[in-house]
């Protein structure tokens, strides 16, 4: 194909605390699949929560893509909980006790951050791996149209989508979707990831935001919004699609059964939901002639989509490194990160451990490369014209 066929990428990576490292393992795979002089192939990137902090760490090195891959794979394998939160037991006690005080005499206290972990660890560690300046740069230079991070304003109710890119993209308005050009830092990041009740909520200008998977109606949006014409959206939902067998009762769920029901709710399920409203959406398109939409002046074309979910449960991987969850917070959750039934799938957004991050970064790998043909068909206007090659080697 030519210069002229080629249509925007969107990549679209979705929330979910340590399940983003399997994100990486599907990068990774689509890096070594793609020839070796590739460019960066993601024209716009669109990032929630933690896929939000990968998305922008990849942004940043879209003028050198393959250092970046690299560099986004060495920061996971070398993961440890102290890197996100304090995981020692007084930083634990205070963060509850503070909770606590906030909620029976909140009047007094209303200023205090109210969460169950402190992120400071994190803030530290974006600002010494992310270039946040590189980003504007290659937006300049032309190696990216435009990248997003997506919060949730907790006094607005709106998804609000901060980004950078284009001169030619403007802000937009829908119904509690905004998307608001911006100077993106780490605010931002820690906005997007901000899980309620578990990391404190950052105000950016004048407003408090939350995870900004909470209240994402449609995760696609954004990206379509900056310009993306086609899609590859990275899930982290196990499950996705699937129905599960009915099971016998086991007696009433732990809270943290019920957190990690409430973190699905919002991390995967909207998602889910958006792909297969595309999917229809784009079934729609194909049944309406072109001479038709064009004289109806419907503003309406098809979405090519690729999306790569995991091929088993992560849930069931953190089950089998639960050991790994920090004393403090295991003794939190009472004892519940001691088996995939009993709660691991809040293990699976909190075990920022390296052994758990490497498993999923090794899932990611083997499911993009399964993927290879696919993948190839997707992003094959983005490659090398292979005449011009053959031109200039003979």
């Known amino acids: 194909m030519t210069g002229i066929d080629k249509k925007k990428i969107g990549l679209i990576l979705s929330g979910g605390g340590a399940r983003a490292a399997y994100q990486v393992g599907v990068l990774k795979a689509i890096h070594s699949i793609l020839p070796k002089d590739a460019s960066n192939p993601y024209d716009i990137i669109a990032g929630t929560s933690a896929g939000a902090i990968n998305g922008v760490a990849l942004a940043s090195y879209s003028e050198n893509y393959r250092i970046g891959m690299r560099h986004l794979e060495r920061i996971w394998t070398g993961f440890s909980p102290d890197q996100i939160y304090r995981t020692d037991f007084l930083a634990i006690t205070r963060s509850i006790l503070r909770l606590l005080r906030t909620t029976l005499i909140g009047r007094k206290y209303k200023h205090d951050t109210v969460s169950l972990l402190d992120n400071t660890p994190l803030r530290n560690l974006l600002s010494k791996v992310i270039q946040f300046d590189n980003i504007q740069k290659a937006i300049d230079n032309g190696a990216l149209h435009a990248m997003c ?15 950078q890119g284009h001169y030619s993209i403007v802000n937009w308005q829908r119904h509690r979707r905004i998307g608001y050009r911006s100077r993106v830092g780490v605010d931002h990041l820690l906005a997007s990831s901000a899980i309620p009740m578990i990391f404190p909520s950052i105000q950016i200008n004048k407003e408090y935001y939350a995870d900004g998977a909470v209240r994402q109606l449609a995760p696609i949006s954004p990206a379509l919004h900056l310009g993306a014409e086609k899609v590859l959206v990275i899930g982290v939902s196990g499950d996705a699609h699937k129905r599960k067998d009915s099971i016998e009762g086991m007696g009433y769920p732990t809270p943290a059964k019920i957190m990690g029901h409430m973190l699905n709710a919002a991390f995967l399920d909207s998602m889910e939901t958006d792909v297969e409203r595309l999917q229809r959406i784009n079934r729609t398109v194909d049944m309406i002639p072109e001479n038709i939409r064009t004289k109806h002046r419907m503003d309406l074309k098809p979405i090519e989509l690729l999306e790569i979910n995991p091929s088993i449960s992560l849930d ?79």
């Open 149 to 163: 991070v997506t919060g949730s304003g907790l006094e607005s109710g709106e998804s609000v989508s901060f980004f």
């Open 316 to 394: 069931d991987i953190a089950g089998r490194h639960s050991h790994e969850l920090p004393k403090a917070l295991r003794l939190f959750l009472g004892g519940s990160g001691n088996s995939s039934r009993n709660g691991s799938g809040i293990l699976s957004y909190l075990l920022f451990s390296s052994g758990f991050c490497k498993d999923l970064i090794a899932l990611g790998y083997k499911d993009g490369l399964e993927r290879r043909a696919e993948i190839e068909e997707f992003f094959s206007d983005h490659m090398p014209n292979q005449d011009a090659k053959d031109k200039k080697s003979a």
